[in-house]
């Protein structure tokens, strides 16, 4: 499983509830890198749309690394991104 590290930004809070997701986080690959050739298409696959930032790198790397799902809680700027590359990453909802 990768994870840019840009989601931890949105899955950090800085409280007590970041000890089970720093427990997830030590057992997954969080890619701390990001290389520009990766941010220019997660901009331009953002563009003309509402979606975020973050949404658009995770959108990236799902649709670059042809993975087989992408997990979030909210899915509906990350369907609509992958979407826009007729991307097969399945967006599941937690």
């Known amino acids: 499983m990768l994870v840019p590290s840009v989601v931890t930004v949105e899955a950090l809070t800085g409280g007590a509830r970041d000890a089970s997701v720093n ?3 030590k057992q997954i690959d969080v890619q ?15 563009q003309g749309t509402n979606a ?24 509906d700027d990350l369907s609509a991104l992958i979407d826009r590359r007729a991307g097969q990453t399945a967006v599941v909802t937690v």
């Not at 990001?34 to 696959?45: E, N």
């Not at 690394?65 to 899915?75: K, L």
């Open 23 to 25: 427990q997830v986080l």
């Open 32 to 46: 701390e890198h990001l290389p520009l050739t990766h941010a220019r298409a997660a901009a331009a696959l953002r």
């Open 52 to 75: 975020s930032a973050v949404d658009a790198v995770v959108a990236e790397a799902a649709l670059r690394t042809r993975a087989t799902y992408v997990i979030t809680s909210d899915a």
